[in-house]
């Protein structure tokens, strides 16, 4: 490929400037461009033309990023022409110049077969700097040839610092024999790790001894505890020892002293009181006896002087009655003389009254008049009873008047009422139309119902697909069974599944295939691969120029035309020779490539093999189709009845058929619901024709409105308005019938209540007869008369009652004076002629006083009887403590009295001693804490009380020490035990374990770097070895003729030397045949000689592959005028291969390449 | 109606594998995390008023000597104890190498089956009979669910059994044995162990695997615990997985195809991330992120591989502290562009071409892995314990690394030179 024309449209600095880059045969173009003038900027669009614009490009200050456009004309390998344009943008770059539409970019992969830009650059591009660092990468090679060699050829001039950075970045991750690389230090630190761990771990044995070394120790530290129980018990006994000692020797002084006391009577503790007690009542029954018969002689004295009046006392009782009826007497004779007054005085009244009433008239006449008094009560009764008769009748009048009136207003209101209709035939027609429903409702909602049902359904069945109709005929649709449809389905499927697993198996086959092709391609690319057949054809081809060749010269035939067609350009002996040649080299390549030729048939067999297969599964998947599309048919047959194109089966069923079974159903429903609504609307009709009759029967008028309902409201209406009226009449009916019984009652009281007042006159009348008044007297008059005449009779019976008293008194005070006077001539003579009154107080003085004298006799008698008892007492007293003591003698074994008081003393002494000696057993049994007395007794005996505290202390002393001891076992044992349960359970060992994992990771990253950054390092190596080894011969022989150029003859040529490594390296060749070393060399010559290796390299590329265009960019700047004519000879010669365009801003190298004759191909180009 | 807890694999104080350290790592959160979860056990034991716990085996590490493990176990059984609820065991392959089972006195709540026959436990109030029988030693390739009786009439049969049973990938086979010849017992409900992945195997009987009760590596990913089992009338009423694990892991896979720089792969692990983070219902994460993919950005991924690490802890912290780990970042990203440079007859297509026929070749590959004896040496054998580290003297493993190589090699001879 190479570039005609360079289109700078919209770039940098660059407006629609165009740089022709066409001229000789490839031609070495020298771009001038001095500085500002954009060299750099056409550089960069040379790259954007061929790779596309970067991200981020530099060279939009003047055209902005979707308006920069560099343009170009490209010569193909193939001899056509390309021009395109370059537009930054992710995808579609490549344009057409003339309507800016996308080109396909095949081309450009094409002719930059597949190269990146990376790599494009550093092979077809070398600028100042790559020179100058490609010179030093020498230098620091020391020439070593398979570096410098590998470095030209991938145009890298860091080839050096790639093989120290892995080499490095390996060390730095791990050495044979070093500590601080990763991988060493991570291994060092897993060892560690472990190493803990194994530290960390507590090992089931172990922790069962640490666990029974615990349980030891507890044992010792129970034992030490038992021995300490021992001597505090010795301890306490030694102790309990000298306590009980003083006791001891007090209970021995208490037992002798009751020995010496032994027969003494011991008297019981209230003896002393019981003595003192009997000779007290002793003493006082003494005294007693004494005292009483003083006073008895006394008495006995006084009784003998008393005298008593006996007749006043045997007449005692009369005595007592008389004075009593003393007041009785004084009484009766002041009532006497007052009655006499009151009896006169009451008659006078009566006297008085009489006249004044009927004058006239004596008090012995007016008592005739009292039978007429004996009719008072009925008088009375009568005379009320007339005022209410007389208001009754006038009542009764007035009642009657107003019923007849009332009678008279309701005749007038039930005749004012009109005539009556039947409501009857109209309520029946009302109820039947009621019970129906309300009819226009349901009817509406009937029609409603029917309206939107059928709409959904027609709609619905629009959307059912497949099938268009009418509802009517979806009833009747002859759709398959489900079954049926399943087993088409499952066929089908069962036929996919099939087809896709051979185009699985297809898809697979190919793919083989395409890899074997692939691989055959790699194969082909790698430079064809002879074959048997190749080298046949040319031995034949050979064979056959052999003949023509033998038949011109050994036959000296005329072969001219044959010759022609054996090789149209070549003399025959030329072209001979030439397939000669050829089959030899068939024949070499074949034995030198026979790997490759055998992977070449390999491959081909496998692909051949693979065809087959192919065509074997294309078949099978043609019968597949064929079967898939007979079932298909018979699928569709299936469905013709129905006029349907079915879906695939799994589409029809279930989610067709059950749509279309729900739409059945539907339609059925939609059916059903029309038969309703005509129903409903045939019973409407009848009911509003019955409803109408009815009305017109009755006279009212028929609404004309539609329907049922308005009808029935009517109708409705009126008969409720005709059962009002009804109802109504009924009511004033009774109004009258009411009345007319009011008013007949009223007359039959008005009747009676004048007859009642017509018997009471009579009676009246009757009654007041006798009285001497006329019969129409007024009850008034007649209660006047009645009352006085009743006042009369009343005084003068109450004057005869007091007359009657009078008489009484008169003979009670007779009868008392007679009896006062014949007791007085008895006992008090001188007194009988005194009024009685008196006489009866005097003798009731008398008896008062003879009755005193009586009374105190009795009292002295009775003093004299008790006195005489309280003697007899006193002495049975006396005798009976005079026994008793005796007995206590006995019980104390004494003579006499006085010996008692001394038995009494020393019975308390034994009773004391004995207390004592209890309360010395007590106090022993207690300090001797349970011990027997008798125990205590004899261990006492054999005790040095003195050599007691001293053991006692000494005890002490050995308790305290085993107690520090157990103290001490018992921290010990804490201890331990807490260290156990510490350790027991815990993580730490997990933790390390987890740990070491952690690090082990690391190790496994580190290693997983390492072996790849170490392989990589010698890999690199072997193949830097191996293309030094295939390519050193030629490569040097024509880099050592370009150096030589370059260096004007400075330098011969090329070679290899060893250094002292033994390594081979690169040496410069002087014309003399010295040799000098690369360190030897200038900087300037060993910039000449990198370029003279990368221009080497590049041209042995060229021979094998399509060219591109060389980019050199100012590599010229150090060298000297004839230096740089030659290096421009240099690239000129490489410009026969491919294009070179180089790029200066050298005015000087301009006017040398302007020099240079046309005729080498060189032409300078401008920029500014 | 009771309910019981079973359980398996508790693999006590077993340390979580495979977590590298780094600044912000969740450190205290993965401490101690498989007594933690056994603790989660007791206590859900407790609230459900469980009638008894199974365990059916692997309570310890085989190879783990720290008796304080024995102990702590020890003592969440006495809190089971205290309870009331009993405990039935019996010993796994680990149980049977562990020093630690061999000398532990558990409290009296806890029934350990016999090594040396099958042993029946029948609980009359439940109407329930246990049989089971433990591992005599590590390795026991007998079919030890042969010789278990038939099931007790009229009882609820329940079989306690170590096995890997048909074979299990990824677990060594032990007593093996089958669903027919288990089915054959009769039994309501199989309550196994040894394999670690929760399964239940088969619904008629029950045969349950519960998984270990908490993930301990990047291949025990996501939920882990026991399982709960429900009985009424002798029969199993219900059969519930419940989550005990304190901490998670999980694999997650990120799509960096296409993404143009390393922020938009970023994103992308921060979305999956983000998935994860939530699934873990609070949990501690422990996340090994895979970025797959053909992306532009994969050379840039692979020259700065560490500083990718960081990048994605970084994103991991924007979770909060303590929310995930991230355990590995594992790039397995392709290059959009490389097919063609095979092709070119230059240094580059060599080097390739080269390392392509290494891969064909092992002899070269062997060569190669020699070369790694010194290193192998030096590391601790445990490293290689699970397979997962890289074993530097394995061809095959060395074969697997060539195409990383490659991609290193060309993202370091391609880069822009320094100052460039």
Not at chain 1, 41 to 65: E, I, Q, T
Not at chain 1, 173 to 200: C, T
Not at chain 1, 931 to 954: C, H, S, T, Y
Not at chain 2, 81 to 108: T, Y
Request: with cysteine; net charge negative; hydrophobic share 40%.
């Amino acid at each position: 490929m190479r570039l005609l024309e360079l289109d700078l449209r919209a770039f940098g600095p660059f407006t629609g400037r165009r740089l022709d880059l066409s001229g000789g045969e490839h031609g070495l173009h020298v771009v001038f461009g001095p500085n500002e003038a954009g060299k750099s900027s056409a550089l960069r669009a040379l790259k954007v033309l061929l790779f596309g614009f970067p991200l981020r490009s530099p060279d939009d200050f003047l055209h902005s990023y979707d308006q920069l456009r560099v343009g170009g004309r490209l010569l193909l390998g193939d001899g056509s022409e390309v021009s395109f344009l370059r537009r930054k943008g992710s995808k579609s770059t490549v344009l057409s110049p003339e309507d800016e539409s996308p080109l396909d970019e095949g081309f450009l992969d094409r002719c930059l077969q597949g190269m990146e830009e990376r790599h494009f650059s550093t092979l077809f591009g070398i600028d100042h700097e790559a020179l100058v660092a490609g010179g030093r990468e020498l230098l620091e090679q020391h020439g070593e040839v398979g570096q410098a060699l590998f470095a030209a050829g991938l145009g890298s001039r860091s080839l050096r610092k790639v093989l120290e950075s892995l080499d490095g970045e390996a060390e730095g991750l791990f050495l044979p024999r070093g500590a601080k690389p990763l991988i060493n230090q991570a291994v060092s630190e897993y060892r560690e790790a472990r190493r803990e761990l194994s530290d960390a771990s507590l090992s089931g044995r172990e922790f069962e001894g640490l666990r029974k070394e615990l349980e030891r120790m507890r044992e010792q530290a129970d034992a030490l505890g038992g021995e300490i129980a021992g001597l505090e018990r010795e301890r306490n006994r030694l102790q309990r020892l000298r306590r009980a000692l003083p006791v001891l020797a007090e209970r021995r002084r208490l037992v002798e002293r009751l020995g010496e006391l032994e027969g003494v009577v011991v008297l019981p503790p209230d003896f002393p009181d019981r003595r003192r007690k009997v000779q007290e009542e002793l003493r006082k029954a003494r005294e007693d006896r004494d005292r009483a018969g003083v006073e008895l002689a006394g008495l006995q004295r006084e009784v003998a002087t008393l005298t008593v009046a006996a007749p006043v006392l045997a007449q005692a009782e009369t005595i007592e009655r008389l004075h009593q009826g003393v007041g009785q007497f004084t009484k009766g004779l002041n009532d006497r003389s007052r009655l006499l007054g009151e009896s006169g005085e009451l008659r006078a009244q009566a006297s008085e009254l009489l006249e004044e009433t009927r004058p006239g008239l004596t008090l012995e006449e007016a008592e005739a008049l009292r039978p007429a008094l004996d009719r008072w009560v009925r008088i009375q009764e009568l005379g009320n009873q007339r005022q209410a008769l007389v208001s009754g009748l006038e009542q009764a009048r007035r009642l009657a008047d107003e019923a007849e009136s009332a009678l008279a207003a309701a005749q007038e209101a039930r005749d004012g009422y009109p005539k009556p209709r039947d409501p009857g035939p109209l309520r029946r027609s009302v109820e039947a139309a009621r019970r129906a429903g309300s009819l226009d409702d349901l009817r509406a909602e009937a029609a409603a119902s029917l309206r939107t049902d059928s709409e959904q359904l027609r709609i619905d069945l629009g959307r059912l697909g497949l099938w268009s109709g009418a509802p009517e005929e979806l009833e009747t649709l002859p759709v398959p069974p489900g079954e049926t449809i399943e087993r088409f389905g499952r066929d089908l499927a069962t036929l996919a599944e099939r087809r896709r697993s051979l185009e699985d198996r297809r898809r697979t086959t190919l793919a083989d295939l395409g890899e074997a092709d692939r691989r055959l391609e790699e194969l082909r690319r790698a430079g064809r691969v002879p074959a048997e057949s190749d080298l046949l054809e040319t031995r034949e081809r050979r064979d056959h120029g052999w003949r023509l060749l033998r038949r011109h010269w050994i036959e000296g035939k005329d072969v001219e035309k044959e010759a022609r067609r054996f090789d149209p350009h070549r003399p025959l002996p030329e072209a001979y020779e030439r397939t000669v040649e050829e089959a030899d080299d068939l024949a070499d390549r074949l034995r030198r490539e026979a790997d490759r030729v055998q992977l070449q048939a390999q491959l081909s067999a496998r692909r051949d093999q693979l065809a087959g297969e192919l065509a074997g599964l294309d078949s099978e998947i043609a019968a597949v189709e064929e079967e898939t599309s007979r079932i298909e048919s018979a699928w569709k047959d299936l469905w013709r009845p129905c006029g349907i194109e079915p879906l695939p089966p799994r589409e029809m069923h279930p989610a067709w058929t059950s749509r279309h079974e729900k739409l059945r159903t539907r339609a059925e429903a939609v059916r059903g619901l029309r038969r309703r609504l005509e129903g409903l609307e045939e019973t409407a009709r009848q009911h509003r024709t019955a409803l109408a009759a009815a009305l017109e029967h009755l006279g009212e008028a028929v609404p004309r409105v539609e329907g049922v309902e308005p009808v029935l409201f009517r109708s409705e209406e009126v008969v409720r308005r005709l059962e009002d009226e009804e109802r109504q009449r009924l009511r004033l009916d009774g109004d009258v019938r009411e009345a007319e019984a009011r008013l007949s009652k009223a007359r039959r009281d008005e009747d009676a209540a004048l007859a009642a007042l017509e018997a009471w006159s009579r009676s009246w009348a009757e009654a007041i007869r006798g009285l001497g008044l006329g019969g129409d007297a007024l009850p008034s008059e007649v209660n006047q008369l009645v009352e006085s005449l009743r006042r009369i009779s009343e005084s003068r019976r109450d004057a005869e009652k007091i007359d009657r008293r009078i008489a009484g008194l008169n003979r009670d005070l007779e009868s008392f004076e007679t009896a006062v006077r014949a007791l007085a001539a008895d006992l008090a003579p001188e007194r009988a002629d005194q009024p009685a009154d008196q006489t009866a107080v005097h003798l009731h003085a008398l008896l008062q006083d003879a009755r005193r004298q009586a009374d105190r006799r009795e009292g002295l008698e009775r003093r004299t009887k008790k006195l005489e008892q309280e003697v007899r007492d006193a002495e049975s007293t006396r005798r009976a403590m005079e026994e008793r003591l005796a007995q206590l003698r006995r019980e104390a074994g004494c003579a006499d009295d006085a010996g008692l008081e001394e038995a009494e003393r020393r019975s308390a002494e034994v009773r004391e001693l004995r207390r004592d000696l209890d309360r010395c057993e007590r106090q022993l049994l207690q300090e001797g804490e349970g011990a027997a007395l008798d125990d205590l007794e004899r261990e006492a005996e054999g005790v040095d009380a003195d050599a007691l505290p001293g053991g006692i202390d000494q005890l002490g002393r050995e308790i305290e020490e085993r107690a520090r001891r157990l103290g001490d076992l018992r921290e010990e044992l804490g201890r331990r035990d807490r260290e156990l349960e510490h350790r027991t359970g815990g993580d730490a060992a997990a933790r390390v374990a987890e740990r070491a994992e952690e690090v082990l990771a690391r190790l496994r990253d580190g290693v997983d770097r390492y072996v790849r950054l170490h392989l990589a390092g010698k890999l690199l190596r072997r193949e830097i070895e191996r293309y030094r080894a295939e390519n050193q011969a030629p490569l040097l022989r024509r880099a050592g003729d370009l150096f030589a150029t370059l260096t004007l003859g400075s330098f011969a040529g090329l070679q290899t030397d060893f250094n002292d490594r033994d390594e081979p390296v690169l040496v410069g060749v002087r014309a003399g045949g010295p040799k000098v070393r690369v360190e030897g060399m200038s900087d300037g010559a060993r910039d000449q000689l990198y370029l003279a290796l990368r221009l080497a390299t590049l041209e042995k590329y060229l021979a094998h592959a399509e060219p591109l265009p060389f980019i050199v960019d100012d590599i010229l700047i150090n060298f000297d005028d004839a230096r740089t004519r030659a290096a421009l000879k240099v690239l000129a010669d490489l410009a026969k291969k491919t294009q070179v365009i180089l790029f200066t801003h050298h005015e000087r190298l301009k006017e040398m390449a302007g020099a240079m004759r046309n005729g080498a191909g060189v032409f300078v180009r401008e920029l500014g | 109606m009771f309910k019981f807890l079973h359980a398996a694999d508790v693999h006590l104080d077993s340390p979580l594998r495979g977590l590298e350290r780094y600044e912000g790592a969740p450190v205290s959160e993965i401490r101690g995390a498989t007594r933690r979860a056994l603790e989660n056990l007791v206590d859900l034991a407790v609230a459900e008023e469980a009638a008894f716990v199974l365990l059916a085996g692997d309570l310890y590490d085989g190879d783990w000597k720290d008796y304080n493990t024995g102990l702590f176990f020890a003592a969440q059984m006495r809190r089971l104890e205290e309870a009331g609820i009993p405990v039935f065991l019996l010993s796994g392959n680990h149980d049977a190498a562990s020093q630690i089972s061999r000398v532990l006195r558990p409290p009296g709540n806890v029934r350990v089956f016999s090594t040396k026959r099958p042993e029946t436990v029948v609980l009359d109030e439940l109407e329930v009979a246990l049989h089971g029988q433990g591992f005599a030693s590590a390795a026991v390739s007998d079919d030890l669910a042969a010789l278990y009786p038939p099931a007790v009439p009229h009882r609820f049969n329940v079989g306690l059994l170590h096995t890997s049973l048909d074979g299990r990938p990824g677990h060594a086979s032990y007593a093996p044995c089958t669903v027919d010849g288990l089915r054959s017992k009769g039994y309501q409900y199989w309550a196994l162990g040894h394999v670690h992945e929760r399964e239940v195997v088969c619904r008629d009987p029950w045969i349950v695997f519960p998984g270990v009760l908490q993930g301990r590596h990047a291949r025990e990913t996501g939920p882990k615990g026991a399982t709960l089992v429900t009985v009424q009338d002798r029969e199993v009423a219900a059969v519930e997985h419940r989550d005990l694990d304190v901490f998670r892991w999980t694999v997650c896979a990120v799509d960096a195809g296409g993404a143009g720089d390393l922020g938009e792969v970023l994103d992308r692990v921060r979305r999956a991330l983000e998935r994860e983070v939530a699934a873990a219902d609070g949990r501690t994460l422990a996340a090994r992120i895979v970025i797959e993919g053909a992306c532009p950005a994969h050379g840039e991924l692979l020259a700065s591989s560490e500083r990718w690490v960081q990048e994605c802890r970084a994103v991991a912290l924007g979770f909060g502290e303590g929310a995930v780990w991230i355990e590995k970042v594992r790039l397995r990203t392709r290059s959009p562009e490389t097919a063609d440079l095979f092709a070119a007859d230059d240094a580059l297509g060599g080097l390739l071409r080269s390392l392509r026929d290494l891969e064909a070749s092992d002899g070269e590959l062997a060569a190669l892995a020699e070369g790694f004896a010194d290193l192998r040496r030096k590391l601790p054998p445990e490293l290689f314990a699970d397979g997962e580290a890289l074993d530097p003297t394995d061809p095959e493993r060395l074969r697997g690394v060539l195409d990383e190589v490659k991609d290193l090699l060309l993202a370091r001879l391609l880069a822009a030179p320094e100052g460039a």
